[in-house]
């Protein structure tokens, strides 16, 4: 079975920081890696994916996330936090094209002026 | 394109009534979901469909049904509602493996169910 990992469930930064959220996932085979943004009261939008070939992956807003198979990790960065990043950011892996997707279980970021 | 909808956005009910949830998407999707969110851990998925007519349990399918009678929609039922379904429930889809972009799931604003 698949699971996610989100290290961290509240995390702060000051505006202009950097923004670091990890996330552990176990697979016994090679994984889809997706991360989430979810804003207050909305549905989630996906911010990026690894499926295969390069293994930092560029999202929406500057984001951007390294697929690290050696340590299972795959964490999501931006270098400047903006006042609009606030929100929760999910972490999910799936087995392989259109299969289910298993969630992490969420990190919302606050971000200080 | 209005994407993935869910009605209602908001319900109230007492232990033991009975509601359905209605997803639609204009999208042309073939894969249709639906997830509950609770604090902490992150959406769990309870039940999915690969097609018209065919649907699946995920994680959480107690207590749930859902009918995927035409493409384009995927109901989510409660025939007997329980405190522990008060939770903020989400629907996605996706396209279907090997039709060009892989498996994005686009999700709905979602609806949020309290069970007195």
């Known amino acids: 079975a698949q699971s996610v990992t989100q290290l961290g469930s509240h995390v702060s930064v000051s505006e202009g920081a950097l923004v670091l959220l990890r996330c552990n996932y176990s697979?016994?085979?090679?994984?889809?890696l997706f991360w989430y943004v979810q804003y207050p009261n909305q549905g989630l939008q996906l911010l990026l994916k690894?499926?295969?070939?390069?293994?930092l992956v560029k999202g929406i807003n500057g984001f951007e996330a390294e697929f690290k198979k050696s340590e299972t990790s795959f964490h999501l960065t931006k270098p400047s936090a903006h006042m609009s990043d606030a929100a929760e950011y999910f972490c999910a892996v799936s087995k392989a094209a259109g299969n289910k997707l298993t969630f992490g279980g969420g990190t919302r970021v606050l971000v200080k002026p | 394109n209005a994407g993935v909808t869910q009605t209602p956005k908001f319900r109230v009910l007492k232990t033991g009534q009975s509601m359905t949830l209605l997803c639609a998407q204009d999208m042309n999707h073939e894969y249709m979901y639906w997830y509950r969110q609770d604090p902490g851990m992150g959406l769990r998925l309870i039940h999915y469909?690969?097609?018209?007519?065919?649907?699946a349990k995920g994680e959480v399918p107690d207590g749930y049904n859902v009918s995927r009678l035409k493409k384009q929609n995927f109901l989510l039922g409660l025939e007997s509602a329980a405190p522990s379904q008060t939770s903020v429930y989400f629907c996605?889809?996706?396209?279907?493996?090997?039709?060009?972009?892989?498996?994005?799931?686009?999700f709905g604003p979602g609806t949020r169910l309290t069970v007195l």
């Open positions: 996605a889809s996706s396209r279907a493996p090997g039709t060009g972009s892989t498996d994005t799931q686009y």
């Open positions: 690894y499926t295969t070939g390069a293994t």
């Open positions: 697979s016994s085979v090679p994984p889809y």
């Open positions: 469909s690969v097609g018209e007519g065919t649907t």
